[in-house]
């Protein structure tokens, strides 16, 4: 959700609004990835 939210936010005019949906966005990612690793690991795919 967080991700949606800051794409949404991201076409600001606002540098300091795109650099933190930016930040958003990657942080939020790299933990979505964790945990899809996390999920293969112990359920199996």
């Known amino acids: ?3 949606m ?3 949404m ?3 600001s005019s606002r ?3 795109r650099d933190l949906t ?3 966005v990657e942080a939020q990612g790299a933990e979505i990835t964790k945990m899809r690793e996390w ?3 112990w359920y199996g795919r």
Do not use: F, L
């Open 1 to 3: 959700m967080a991700i």
């Open 5 to 7: 939210m800051s794409q």
């Open 9 to 11: 936010a991201g076409g």
């Open 15 to 17: 540098q300091e609004m």
């Open 22 to 24: 930016s930040s958003i």
């Open 39 to 41: 999920y293969d690991e």
